[in-house]
């Protein structure tokens, strides 16, 4: 019975007693004074204000400031209108000048008016693509579908009389110049085969007709090839290969 009794003492024996229980609680009530007046301080410690950030720069501090002017003749609308005055007209930078084709299509039509050389040595292809598509309307109007037909034929005619030229010629040419000359000098052709469109060229009339336009057009063209090459004296042997391709053409406006 006794060893029972000293089993339960020391069963329910603890260090643990009442004065220990009023020093834990001195304690917590320790800890939250001290946590209450650090938050006091806290919110009596004033808050930083938003500082400009030159109040920052040392006053010992003597040099300037960069601060970009304004250029105010840049911003100007007036710069941006004089640039649009000095830009070239829009027919002028694609190489389409009026009076040129102009004055080149009165050159082919007086075979007797002397040519200016400097003129005729331009690269102009705005002319002679509007008479070859002037030509193949007309032969057109005329039941004659020969689009084909023209512009090959202007193109390997154009190379052809390019390589003589350059054989023929001590400055040499350009096929653009070439091209210019040959299809400028297509207006004749161009005459003819409006006439095929009011009656037919399949006789005397239209083999005589036919001729003289051939010829009209070889001479024209050769008279230009002379004078912008400073060919003097080659003007037939010129027209020859030049009446070999306007030949093409007047067959296929008579056939």
């Not at 063209?221 to 090459?229: D, E, G, Q, R, V």
Request: net charge negative; charged share 10%; aromatic share 12%.
């Amino acid at each position: 019975m006794s060893n029972l009794e000293q089993f339960d003492s020391d069963f329910y024996q603890s260090n643990y007693n009442i004065e220990n229980q009023e020093q834990s609680y001195n304690d917590s009530n320790a800890y939250g004074n001290l946590y209450g007046s650090r938050k006091q301080q806290a919110s009596e410690q004033p808050q930083a204000a938003f500082v400009p950030p030159e109040t920052l720069v040392s006053s010992s501090y003597a040099g300037q400031f960069f601060q970009p002017a304004s250029n105010q003749d840049y911003y100007s609308p007036s710069s941006y209108i004089d640039s649009f005055d000095e830009e070239p007209p829009l027919l002028e930078e694609l190489g389409i000048n009026f009076d040129h084709i102009r004055q080149k299509t009165l050159t082919v039509l007086n075979p007797l008016k002397p040519a200016d050389g400097s003129l005729m040595n331009e690269t102009d292809l705005t002319g002679p693509i509007l008479f070859c598509g002037v030509l193949g309307a007309s032969l057109l109007l005329a039941g004659k579908v020969q689009f084909g037909y023209v512009y090959g034929t202007s193109a390997i005619g154009c190379l052809g009389i390019h390589a003589l030229l350059n054989l023929m010629s001590s400055s040499g040419v350009s096929c653009g110049c070439v091209a210019s000359v040959l299809g400028y000098c297509l207006i004749p052709m161009v005459i003819l085969s409006s006439c095929a469109i009011f009656f037919s060229l399949q006789g005397t009339f239209g083999t005589v007709l036919a001729l003289v336009i051939i010829g009209w057009c070889s001479l024209s063209a050769s008279k230009i090839f002379t004078s912008a090459l400073a060919m003097e004296g080659q003007q037939l042997l010129i027209a020859y290969p030049c009446a070999l391709l306007y030949g093409l053409f007047a067959l296929l406006t008579v056939f």
